[in-house]
């Protein structure tokens, strides 16, 4: 029975003084069910856009083909008995049908668009891929062997570093723009490098597009246009795309305290005539890190213990963005403690200090240290006193 209720149940009711209804169940044709489902589809576009669908040449291929589906709605006698209960917004009004759409049923519309379907009810398109999106697919697919693969294969490996550690992310690819000479991004589960972008065309249809040389980790490379790339990333699911690196926690747009909108590493050398500075003058270093103007920062040197009781020389500066003070001095005294100077500065008290931000390293590593900073790698390095360079973890 209809209700959910047994035959005992109703007698049971019907004592007590209670009517069952039984709601009779209304059986409907394959095709009154195709076109309930098709209205349904209609009344959903119509939700989503607060409009109703347009025969417009420029427009979606499937507001069209929901378009020439509510006038086929509207021309059948059937359908509208069918749909009174279900039109809540009234889409069965009488509308004259746009030029030429009378001529046109969904499979017809379909293949003027060019896009083959299979024979199948109103509501059940399975479309085919067009001969473009067939090409398109092909092009991904159809890729060769990268002869200087090994030219590349550092770059990837480099960048399955950062996202380990976080310089860089993942996020689900967007707008063809992003789609451009060194980036970087996901498609079929591989990871994929823009190696090369051609000049920029028109398409028939007046969109840009450019041929691409776009080289995949696993050594193969495929010459395919940018729209293809494109159409290969919307169709895969998880097609994504990979961010360009950041320095991980030492830049980021988080204000904690510390953080300044600019910031500046500076290198000194000390004109102190300590014998253990002085033997070694051109490797000992002062390694800091400030937000204020680095001549009013060394301003007094020589009554600062921190400045080795003496004046100083700048030898090179850095200019960072958006840096944590606090964090990044931390990092570089880890890189370099095991070179760090051992030595005790009486301050003007007579009192001995062991000033911290000395070290006995090259100028250059500490160059290339900066550098490091700055595309975010760092973290994987240390240095090696013996080799004086910079080592991986």
Known sequence: MGNGFTEDDDALLAELGVEVEHKKQVKRTPREERIIAGFEDIQKFVADQGRLPRHSGNGDIFERLYAVRLDRIRELPEALDLLAGLDHGNLLAEAAPAEGAEDLDDDALLAALGVEIEASPITELKHVRSATERKAAEEVANRQKCDDFEKFKPLFEKVQRELDTGARETRPF???AEIQ??????????KAYVADM??????????TDARLRVIFDNGTESNMLMRSLQRALNKDATGRRITEPVAGPLFSDAV?????????IYVLRSKSDHPLVE???????????TTLPVKKRIAGAQLQ????MAQVEVVATYELYN???????????????NAQLDIQIPDRFGRLTSPREWFLVPLFVIDDAVEKIRDGTITNYAYDPEKAELVVR
């Open 174 to 176: 967007e707008l063809k």
């Open 181 to 190: 000479k060194g980036r970087f991004f996901i498609v079929e589960g591989q």
């Open 198 to 207: 051609g000049e920029t065309t028109l398409t028939d249809q007046g969109r």
């Open 256 to 264: 904690e305290e510390g953080d300044s909108t600019t910031g500046t």
């Open 279 to 289: 033997a070694n003058r051109e490797l000992v270093h002062k390694i800091g890190v």
């Open 305 to 308: 213990p921190t400045f080795l």
């Open 323 to 337: 840096i944590n003070q606090t964090r990044l001095e931390n990092l570089i005294h880890r890189i370099f403690g």
